[in-house]
């Protein structure tokens, strides 16, 4: 019964040292879109679904790669790739 309470312990003292490092190092950037702030990954994200989307459904209309398109693989890495890769050119201070 006495570990228990020695790991609830740690975990709260591992959530609190969290919380203030994260307040010590500042605020999250983010990106004014119409008035809303969000945070760059965000918009990467769905950008990338946008992108990845249009190109398997570019695919899917050609006969020779209509199985390439139908693809589930191709598609969550394809979202990762052009979403990382919008990240890397618009949002990143490289």
Same mark, same amino acid.
């Given at each position: 019964?006495?570990?228990? &309470?020695?790991?609830?312990? *740690?975990? =709260?003292?591992?959530?609190?040292?969290?919380?203030?490092?994260?307040?010590?190092?500042?605020?999250? %950037?983010?990106?004014?879109? $119409?008035?809303?702030?969000? %945070? %760059? #990954?965000?918009?990467? *994200?769905? &950008?990338?679904?946008?992108?990845?989307?249009?190109? @398997? #459904? #570019?695919? !899917?209309?050609?006969?020779?790669?209509?199985? $390439?398109?139908?693809?589930? @693989? @191709?598609?969550?890495? @394809?979202?990762?790739?052009? !979403?990382?890769?919008? #990240?890397?050119?618009?949002?990143? =201070?490289?």
């Amino acid at each position: 019964m006495r570990a228990a &309470a020695g790991l609830v312990g *740690a975990r =709260s003292l591992r959530t609190t040292l969290s919380v203030l490092v994260s307040a010590a190092l500042g605020c999250a %950037p983010t990106v004014n879109v $119409l008035g809303v702030y969000f %945070p %760059p #990954w965000l918009l990467s *994200a769905v &950008a990338g679904l946008v992108v990845a989307y249009a190109t @398997l #459904w #570019w695919l !899917g209309r050609r006969t020779s790669t209509r199985s $390439l398109a139908q693809s589930g @693989l @191709l598609f969550c890495s @394809l979202t990762v790739v052009v !979403g990382l890769l919008i #990240w890397w050119g618009l949002f990143s =201070s490289f």
